[in-house]
Every structure is written in C-alpha cells, then in structure tokens.
C-alpha cells in the first residue's frame, strides 16, 4: 500500500524551528509533486510549500516565504520542510500529499494530489 508518512511535529517557542519529513513507502517521489499544506480548525487546508522533484523546482507560498525550505533525500525516498522563524500563526496540522498537478497554477489545488499522509501537529507558543 502507498504511503506518505510525516514526522517531526512538536511544540515550539515563537522564532523557533523545526523540521518535518515525508517519506514515501511502495512508491518513488521522483516522478511526482509533494506538496506541503496546513489546516486550522474551522479553516480551509492552505497550501504552502510543494517540490516538483523530477526538475526540483520549489514554490512557496507568501505566508511562508524566506522562513520556510522544502528539500528532498533521493536516497531516503523522503521530503523534508524546514520550518524557521515560527510564529504563533503557523501553528496547525501540517500534511503532505504525492501528485502530479497539470500545471504550476494548481500545485496548491488539493484535487491533484492522490496520496496523503495522516498529518503532524505543530504548535508554536510561549
């Protein structure tokens, strides 16, 4: 079975850091999108990061722009997003999801992505 798996979540203080990863088992990354997203309760999932890795171009969105790096480990079959300069507002469950979006105007569109993982809680407080 296909799965995405993310790790790394945790409580941190406000200008904290923290790191998460994806990694993908039965399948490879290299010929997909991973995508970064978040959700608070009552709100939308909001899109925020995702890695086109057969050419590894990066997007990001502004709420998270020059804080936020998505790399990936080939080797590790795994998706990493490194997560500096916190705030309070970036505190939610954070997903990762495998796809292959048509265009650049739908990498933060949830439709075009097939596999999710469960999630992982960040909490950033004092």
């Known amino acids: 079975q296909v799965q995405l798996v993310e790790s790394g979540g945790g409580l941190v203080q406000p200008g904290g850091s923290l790191r998460l990863s994806c990694a993908a088992s039965?399948?490879?990354?290299?010929?997909?999108?991973i995508g970064w997203f978040r959700q608070v309760p009552g709100k939308e999932r909001e899109g925020i990061s995702c890695i086109d890795i057969a050419v590894g171009t990066t997007y990001y969105a502004d709420s998270v722009k020059g804080r936020f790096t998505i790399s990936r480990d080939h080797a590790k079959n795994t998706v990493y997003l490194q997560m500096n300069s916190l705030k309070p507002e970036d505190t939610a469950v954070y997903y990762c999801?495998?796809?292959?979006?048509?265009?650049?105007?739908?990498?933060?569109?949830?439709?075009?992505?097939?596999?999710w993982g469960q999630g992982t809680q960040v909490t950033v407080s004092s």
């Open positions: 999801a495998g796809g292959r979006p048509l265009t650049s105007a739908l990498m933060y569109t949830e439709s075009e992505y097939e596999y």
């Open positions: 039965r399948f490879s990354l290299d010929y997909y999108v």
